[in-house]
């Protein structure tokens, strides 16, 4: 099978935080592979803006780096790298100041595609937007971009989408949340409103109830003292989990259009019930011999911050009434595992003997390792003995089913940023959508702070605390293995 990858119109692509872990992390090792693919066009410029003193060769020397450390080595040894380089440039540039805006000037072009991506603290936001404004650097066409976390809470998400909108408007910005540029995130909508298959069984009449995990196997590590203002709750729910439970609870569109979806995703997040204080599971990590607990990473004895999180929660339409979808994730689990599972109904009544056995379909979307799909039917087992079911696999593995061409699909980070450049804000999240998860998790956190709740302690390589299997156990049900 032939990808096909349609280059991009020419771009000036400016990164705030140009030096920091971030961009050199993901964001030019995959501006870097959209480079290799074709999709660049020979004009593009990347232009990464900081604080730090250096010139164009000092800045491509660290680029480079980065790129041999997180940018997969291959592409750099025939030269490919060399000729990447030449596209990036660099302006110190202090967000809070007035130096240097005028040199960045200089560097854009008229007539292409101008982007700014913020790749620095929210702090910054409102200054780096005031400034571009200021010096003439952005147009009533220019985009930017920006990072979560965007708010710690609905009052400051509220001050930072005003700071936004007071020089940009809301066409103009993108607000990331990677987990919305991943393949199978995408394969999801594809797989609802692409088939007959699925869309008449996706109610509350066939689906039981869903389940979304993300687990992770790594802790807070050096991450600590950030982590514990914000927690599994403000760190992942929030934004990432709230948006898979969006796409897969939300309405059909009627365009793939970006305010087609985002109204009806806004539509999801304004139907969820409150959730009640005993259908939430907070938990924390301990120590694992010589590894230090959570508390100990977090460099605070007595916090009360989660590294885990598990919980109930109903959308409360007429299309999910009465199913329940689960939302789990943590630090320090039993494997790095991300899926989504659409667990149906019983067949409303068994034609076979009682011990035939009995297997329920259930859809798993599965976000890493190894992004696929697999969808499990009930066969017949094999051979003589009667009729005894077996529930069995249709696994379409991305990387099986469209061979080496899946290795080449873009990671969420450069979809994201050749959207931005379409134009694309799709998979972008609307100021209103990030304000109305923030409404909704407030009052959850802020319940916390009012009992003085304390997370309960979990081993290191478990699947969290007993009490989160106890919340399935108590309605019948039981989450999935989290495995690898
Ligand atoms: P970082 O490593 O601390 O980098 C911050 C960058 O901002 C540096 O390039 C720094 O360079 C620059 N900077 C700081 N103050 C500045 C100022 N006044 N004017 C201009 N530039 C300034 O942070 P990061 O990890 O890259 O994260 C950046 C943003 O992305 C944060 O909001 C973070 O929460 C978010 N984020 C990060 C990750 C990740 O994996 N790292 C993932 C998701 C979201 P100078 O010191 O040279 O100015």
Same mark, same amino acid.
């Given at each position: 099978m032939v990808s096909r990858v349609i280059p991009v119109d020419p771009f000036d692509l400016v990164i705030f935080g140009g030096t920091g872990d971030l961009a050199r992390r993901k964001i030019f090792p995959g501006l870097f592979r959209r480079f290799c693919s074709g999709q660049m066009q020979e004009e593009a410029r990347i232009i990464g803006a900081a604080r730090s003193e250096m010139d164009d060769a000092g800045f491509r020397e660290m680029i480079a780096d980065a790129i041999r450390e997180f940018g997969g080595g291959r592409a750099c040894e025939d030269g490919t790298l060399e000729a990447f380089l030449n596209h990036v440039f660099y302006e110190q540039v202090d967000a809070m100041g007035t130096g240097g805006w005028e040199a960045l000037k200089g560097r854009l072009r008229s007539g292409y595609v101008r982007a700014f991506y913020f790749s620095v603290g929210p702090s910054l936001f409102g200054a780096l937007a005031e400034r571009l404004r200021t010096f003439g650097l952005a147009d009533d066409e220019s985009r930017v971009v920006v990072e979560k976390p965007f708010g710690h809470d609905l009052a400051t998400a509220r001050a930072l989408n005003k700071a936004l909108a007071e020089h940009f408007d809301e066409t103009q910005i993108y607000r990331i949340d990677h987990y919305l540029g991943k393949e199978t995130v995408q394969n999801l909508m594809a797989v609802r409103f692409g088939n007959?298959?699925?869309?008449?069984? +996706?109610?509350?009449?066939? =689906?039981? !109830?869903?389940?979304?995990?993300?687990?992770?196997?790594?802790?807070?590590?050096?991450?600590?003292?950030?982590?514990?203002?914000? /927690?599994?709750?403000?760190?992942?729910?929030?934004?990432?989990?709230? #948006?898979?439970?969006?796409?897969?609870?939300?309405? $059909?569109?009627?365009?793939?259009?970006?305010?087609?979806?985002?109204?009806?995703?806004?539509?999801?997040?304004?139907?969820? @019930? $409150?959730?009640?204080? !005993?259908?939430?599971?907070?938990?924390?990590?301990?120590?694992?011999?010589?590894?230090?607990?959570?508390?100990?990473?977090?460099?605070?004895?007595?916090?009360?911050?989660?590294?885990?999180?598990? %919980? &109930?929660? !109903?959308?409360?339409?007429?299309? +999910?009434?009465?199913?329940?979808?689960?939302?789990?994730?943590? &630090? &320090?689990?039993?494997?790095?595992?991300?899926?989504?599972?659409?667990?149906?109904?019983?067949?409303? !009544?068994?034609?076979?003997?009682?011990?035939?056995?009995?297997?329920?379909?259930?859809?798993?979307?599965?976000?890493?390792?190894?992004?696929?799909?697999?969808?499990? =039917?009930?066969?017949?087992?094999?051979?003589?003995?009667?009729?005894?079911?077996?529930?069995?696999?249709?696994?379409?593995?991305?990387?099986?089913?469209?061979? $080496?061409?899946?290795?080449?699909?873009?990671?969420?980070?450069?979809?994201?940023?050749?959207?931005?450049?379409?134009?694309? #804000?799709?998979?972008?999240?609307? /100021?209103?959508? =990030? @304000?109305?998860?923030?409404?909704?998790?407030?009052?959850?956190?802020?319940? +916390?702070?009012?009992?003085? @709740?304390?997370? &309960?302690?979990?081993?290191?390589?478990?699947? /969290?605390?007993?009490?989160?299997? %106890?919340?399935?156990?108590?309605? /019948?049900?039981?989450?999935?293995?989290?495995?690898?």
């Open positions: 007959v298959l699925f869309e008449p069984l +996706w109610n509350a009449q066939y =689906v039981d !109830h869903i389940q979304i995990t993300v687990a992770e196997t790594v802790g807070v590590g050096g991450r600590g003292e950030y982590y514990d203002k914000s /927690g599994a709750m403000r760190d992942m729910v929030q934004n990432h989990l709230m #948006q898979l439970l969006c796409l897969i609870a939300m309405e $059909p569109p009627a365009r793939f259009e970006p305010d087609a979806v985002r109204d009806e995703k806004l539509k999801v997040i304004r139907a969820l @019930e $409150p959730v009640k204080p !005993h259908h939430i599971v907070r938990g924390q990590y301990d120590a694992d011999g010589d590894a230090p607990s959570y508390r100990e990473d977090a460099g605070d004895t007595r916090s009360t911050t989660e590294s885990f999180i598990a %919980m &109930k929660c !109903h959308v409360s339409n007429w299309r +999910w009434a009465g199913t329940p979808i689960y939302l789990r994730t943590g &630090k &320090k689990l039993r494997a790095r595992a991300s899926e989504i599972a659409v667990v149906f109904k019983d067949a409303p !009544h068994s034609i076979f003997p009682e011990d035939a056995g009995r297997h329920r379909n259930i859809l798993t979307i599965r976000l890493q390792p190894n992004e696929g799909m697999e969808l499990g =039917v009930t066969i017949k087992e094999p051979g003589p003995g009667g009729m005894r079911l077996l529930d069995v696999p249709l696994d379409m593995s991305f990387a099986e089913a469209l061979g $080496p061409d899946a290795e080449e699909a873009p990671d969420a980070y450069e979809r994201l940023i050749m959207d931005v450049i379409r134009g694309n #804000q799709t998979l972008f999240m609307r /100021g209103d959508e =990030v @304000e109305a998860a923030w409404a909704w998790t407030d009052p959850i956190i802020e319940g +916390w702070q009012a009992r003085g @709740e304390v997370p &309960k302690p979990y081993d290191v390589g478990s699947s /969290g605390p007993d009490d989160s299997l %106890m919340l399935l156990h108590r309605d /019948g049900r039981k989450w999935r293995d989290i495995r690898a």
